[in-house]
């Protein structure tokens, strides 16, 4: 009796704390947004090259985005992906505790910040690489939407305004989602998987996340015939000048940028020699074998690869059986002379980045986008 009415004052004084926090929290969210005015402030790019009159209390990111620079953001302005950094030379606060982890020592000390999580609240001077004022947003209509596997998707959209893209093999664009059931609209970033030599549409191969607030919207409420909206290109994940030799590490919606890179390389007579391992659980994980199949019998500088780590022993596979790591491991005992090109979650990069530097791979001869 005793124990039972102790439990009910506890749960009370938790409720009661969890609430007032709860008001707090709100009543600064408010305060921040209709109290505070911090009037018009200006943003100098690159020492008076561009400078926008804005209004503050935004998002360094968004207020840029709102003139048309585009930074890349991958998660959106969650704080999470690290890809939205600039150089903010004056006028930045104090660095906040959710970049802390993303910054290191040389960055700190030439004032890098994460634009997403900078507020303008006075004048700010920044400084951002001059490739991201030909950034653009863009309109597009979704073509053609068709199931990869069980969990990716294929989508093709034509340009409508602007009607052509120039990008290079390997970069991506973020797209928008819609409003739908209590969901804002966010971007994330989705690396194109047609050649650059397809102007006027790019294609895209979207994975099904659990509770993906984007990937939801692509897989249950984006139809064909249906306007999109993304910007871009971003990136860096692209071939290098060089003809070292290469190693290609993806699987599921990771291929996106491969694919995109190896029809480049075949449109553009590259003869580069290249393996691509793709890793996958199953064979209902693998997809474009056929495709990869082909291009190896077509050109004589690719070799292609399939690993499947939890194929039952008694099916028809017939291709590499284990772990994607200890595949590449088999097949590449000496990397010291190859480039690798890797893309895919972070944890099968880390991974494979491992055998590879084991196997004499230099850090600066690997490239990788993380799909974070
Ligand atoms: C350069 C780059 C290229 C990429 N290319 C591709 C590609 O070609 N194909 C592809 O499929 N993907 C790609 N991605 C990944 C893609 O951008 C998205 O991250 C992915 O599709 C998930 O988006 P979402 O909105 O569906 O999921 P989100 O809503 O972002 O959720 C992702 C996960 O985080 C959890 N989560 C949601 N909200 C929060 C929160 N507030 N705090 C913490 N966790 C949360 C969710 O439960 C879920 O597990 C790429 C990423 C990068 C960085
Ligand atoms: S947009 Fe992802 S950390 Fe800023």
């Known amino acids: 009796m005793i124990l039972g009415s102790m439990l009910v004052s506890i749960g009370i004084s938790v409720g009661f704390l969890l609430g007032?926090?709860?008001?707090?929290?709100?009543?600064?969210?408010?305060?921040?947004?209709?109290?505070?005015?911090?009037?018009?402030?200006?943003?100098?790019?690159?020492?008076?090259?561009?400078?926008?009159?804005?209004?503050?209390?935004?998002?360094?990111?968004?207020?840029?985005?709102?003139?048309?620079i585009f930074i890349p953001s991958a998660c959106g302005g969650r704080g999470t992906c690290a890809y939205c950094k600039v150089q903010v030379v004056e006028g930045g606060s104090i660095t906040g505790p959710v970049e802390e982890p993303y910054l290191g020592p040389e960055e700190r000390k030439n004032q890098i910040r994460l634009s997403c999580q900078v507020k303008v609240r006075n004048d700010l001077k920044i400084r951002v690489p001059k490739e991201l004022f030909s950034v653009k947003k863009y309109k597009g209509k979704l073509l053609n939407k068709r199931p990869l596997t069980y969990d990716i998707v294929e989508l093709r959209i034509e340009l409508l305004e602007p009607k052509t893209i120039d990008f290079v093999a390997g970069h991506y664009v973020q797209l928008?989602?819609?409003?739908?059931?209590?969901?804002?609209?966010?971007?994330?970033?989705?690396?194109?998987?047609?050649?650059?030599?397809?102007?006027?549409?790019?294609?895209?191969?979207?994975?099904?996340?659990?509770?993906?607030?984007?990937?939801?919207?692509?897989?249950?409420?984006?139809?064909?015939?249906?306007?999109?909206?993304?910007?871009?290109?971003?990136g860096k994940f692209h071939l290098s000048n060089t003809d070292a030799e290469i190693i290609f590490i993806a699987g599921g919606s990771g291929m996106?940028?491969?694919?995109?890179?190896?029809?480049?390389?075949?449109?553009?007579?590259?003869?580069?020699?290249?393996?691509?391992?793709?890793?996958?659980?199953?064979?209902?994980?693998?997809?474009?074998?056929?495709?990869?199949?082909?291009?190896?019998?077509?050109?004589?500088?690719?070799?292609?690869?399939?690993?499947?780590?939890?194929?039952?022993?008694?099916?028809?596979?017939?291709?590499?059986?284990?772990?994607?790591?200890?595949?590449?491991?088999?097949?590449?005992?000496?990397?010291?002379?190859?480039?690798?090109?890797?893309?895919?979650?972070?944890g099968m990069i880390d991974a494979c980045i491992k055998v590879l530097k084991k196997a004499g791979l230099t850090e600066d001869r690997v490239f990788y986008d993380k799909f974070v």
């Open 20 to 68: 007032t926090g709860l008001i707090l929290a709100l009543l600064l969210i408010l305060a921040e947004k209709k109290i505070l005015n911090y009037g018009t402030c200006c943003i100098d790019i690159n020492e008076g090259e561009k400078k926008l009159q804005v209004t503050g209390g935004g998002s360094l990111l968004s207020s840029l985005a709102e003139n048309n």
């Open 176 to 234: 928008e989602s819609e409003e739908y059931d209590g969901h804002d609209r966010v971007m994330r970033a989705y690396s194109m998987s047609s050649p650059p030599s397809d102007k006027n549409h790019i294609e895209l191969m979207v994975r099904k996340v659990p509770s993906g607030i984007c990937t939801t919207w692509v897989f249950e409420h984006l139809k064909e015939g249906q306007e999109v909206v993304f910007s871009g290109p971003y």
């Open 256 to 346: 996106a940028p491969i694919w995109g890179i190896l029809r480049d390389m075949k449109e553009k007579g590259n003869t580069r020699k290249a393996t691509y391992f793709f890793g996958a659980l199953t064979q209902r994980d693998l997809f474009f074998v056929d495709k990869l199949t082909k291009l190896q019998e077509e050109v004589p500088w690719f070799r292609f690869v399939s690993a499947l780590s939890n194929e039952p022993a008694e099916s028809d596979y017939k291709g590499e059986r284990g772990l994607i790591t200890d595949v590449v491991a088999r097949y590449m005992p000496d990397c010291s002379k190859y480039e690798a090109y890797l893309c895919g979650s972070p």
